[in-house]
């Protein structure tokens, strides 16, 4: 069964300072590997998404991530973060069906930006 | 604009009694889902549908039940059955399988 793991529940850092955070999924085929933003109380945006292609993906908000298939990695990273960055980050596997698929969460990351 | 309406905000159930969430969306999407958040664990899979009159469990559907009468809707009705019923509760959309989902912003439920 596929897998997501978001081994940090809870980063802090400075404002400018860069970001990372790490995913790493289990599933055995080519994988759809996303990563939603959540502020407290709202639903996810979509940050950015790995369908096929380019394995560096760009999203919005300058958020980057980078699918490496030998480590079974999606992390995410940041070059600035912003103080609006505060919120909780998910990374989310699609396992393919017929018509649709499926998303599998991890558990989240909760970021805090010191000012 | 378009986007996923979800209703109430907050929602509160007494013992034995079954609430209905409402999920619409004006999207024109086909599939819809609801999804199951709980501090620290993410989101986990209640039920989705792929078309109307068509829907599939996921991973926790146990004391759920939904409904596919319209395109446009995807209500989601907590039972009696379900014991721990207080969580957040999202429900999202796709177009097709190389779309992403879109999420509304969600439905709070408590137990009074």
């Known amino acids: 069964a596929q897998s997501v793991t978001q081994p940090d529940i809870h980063i802090t850092v400075s404002e400018g300072a860069s970001l990372e955070l790490r995913c790493n999924y289990s599933?055995?085929?080519?994988?759809?590997l996303f990563w939603y933003v959540q502020s407290p109380g709202q639903g996810l945006q979509l940050l950015l998404k790995?369908?096929?292609?380019?394995?560096l993906v760009q999203g919005i908000k300058g958020f980057e991530a980078e699918f490496k298939r030998s480590q079974s990695s999606f992390n995410l990273r940041k070059p600035s973060v912003h103080w609006s960055d505060a919120a909780e980050y998910f990374c989310?596997?699609?396992?393919?069906?017929?018509?649709?698929?499926?998303?599998?969460f991890g558990k989240g990351t909760k970021l805090s930006v010191i000012p | 604009d378009g986007g996923i309406t979800q209703s109430p905000k907050y929602l509160f159930r007494k013992e034995g009694q079954n609430v209905t969430l409402s999920c619409e969306q004006n999207?024109?999407?086909?599939?819809m889902y609801w999804y199951r958040q709980d501090p620290g664990q993410g989101l986990r899979l209640i039920y989705y549908?792929?078309?109307?009159?068509?829907?599939q469990k996921g991973d926790i559907a146990e004391g759920y039940s939904v409904s596919r009468e319209k395109k446009e809707s995807f209500p989601l009705t907590v039972t009696s059955a379900q014991k721990n019923p207080t969580a957040f509760y999202l429900c999202?959309?796709?177009?097709?399988?190389?779309?992403?989902?879109?999420f509304g912003d969600g439905t709070r439920l408590s137990i009074l």
């Open positions: 999202a959309s796709t177009l097709d399988r190389d779309q992403p989902q879109h």
């Open positions: 599933y055995g085929a080519t994988p759809y």
């Open positions: 790995y369908f096929s292609g380019d394995t």
């Open positions: 989310a596997v699609a396992t393919s069906g017929a018509g649709s698929y499926q998303l599998t």
């Open positions: 999207l024109n999407h086909d599939a």
């Open positions: 549908s792929q078309i109307v009159n068509d829907f």
